[in-house]
């Protein structure tokens, strides 16, 4: 059972958005900034978002984030095949004081 | 241009240890935060450790705690992960990342560890 929650699997067809949802608490997401990962199949874990919302040079702007309270949300616009992954939140959590991560939501495109 | 190699992964028995590495290339390695995060088959991410710059600052999972150690050697630019009774349950592949800006910006591109009699 993950500390933050994301949905199993979201789907849409291409060009279409999707959003995915990540849920904690105060002591992590209320708390603390909420950045966010692409992971192609066989390959390692990318940054997408850091900050809640701001983009590492080369991410394209299809991909943004957003934070409101305890959740937070990636959404992928102009979806392409290429943007099939696993798409991970991560926080600190500051009573654990430990990293934090969702359980993971495997982005279809249709 | 940095990049991050990790090393060590092996076949160990039940019971048994084994000492991860991971060497930054490219630029000022005392200037990172250093973690490792670990991936078992299937399944997803899972923070492990995290070391400070000079590494009076360390901090552990409770799924590791009592049973590995991080350290760095800055003068070889690398971070290390001491595992000790390792169970199955740490079979997975090992990632070291660097931390900047409260996320995980730099990744290694993993060393498999398989925990099996």
């Known amino acids: 059972q993950s500390v933050l929650t994301q949905p199993p699997s979201v789907s849409a067809a291409p060009g279409q958005k999707v959003t995915i949802s990540c849920s904690g608490s105060?002591?992590?997401?209320?708390?603390?900034?909420v950045s966010w990962y692409q992971q192609l199949p066989g390959t390692a874990p990318q940054l997408l978002i850091y900050?809640?919302?701001d983009r590492p040079s080369g991410i394209p702007a299809r991909f943004s984030g957003s934070k409101s309270g305890t959740s937070a949300s990636l959404g992928i616009t102009g979806l392409q095949t290429g943007d099939e992954a696993d798409y991970y939140c991560?926080?600190?959590?500051?009573?654990?004081?430990?990293?934090?991560f969702g359980g993971g939501t495997k982005v279809t495109v249709l | 241009q940095v990049h991050l190699v990790e090393s060590g992964g092996d076949l160990v028995r039940p019971g048994g240890s084994l000492k991860l590495s991971c060497a930054a290339s490219?630029?000022?390695?005392?200037?990172?935060?250093m973690n490792w995060i670990r991936q078992a088959p299937g399944k997803g991410l899972e923070w492990i450790s995290y070391?400070?710059?000079?590494?009076?600052?360390?901090f552990y999972a409770d799924s590791v705690k009592g049973r590995f150690t991080i350290s760095r050697d800055n003068a070889k630019n690398s971070v290390y992960l001491q595992m000790n009774s390792l169970t199955t349950e740490d079979t997975a592949i090992y990632y070291c990342?660097?931390?900047?800006?409260?996320?995980?910006?730099?990744w290694g591109h993993g060393t498999m560890v398989t925990v099996s009699s």
């Open positions: 990342a660097r931390r900047e800006s409260d996320a995980f910006d730099l």
């Open positions: 490219g630029s000022t390695f005392s200037d990172y935060y």
């Open positions: 070391i400070s710059r000079s590494g009076r600052i360390i």
């Open positions: 105060n002591s992590n997401i209320g708390s603390n900034s």
């Open positions: 900050d809640n919302d």
């Open positions: 991560g926080v600190w959590d500051s009573s654990l004081s430990a990293g934090v």
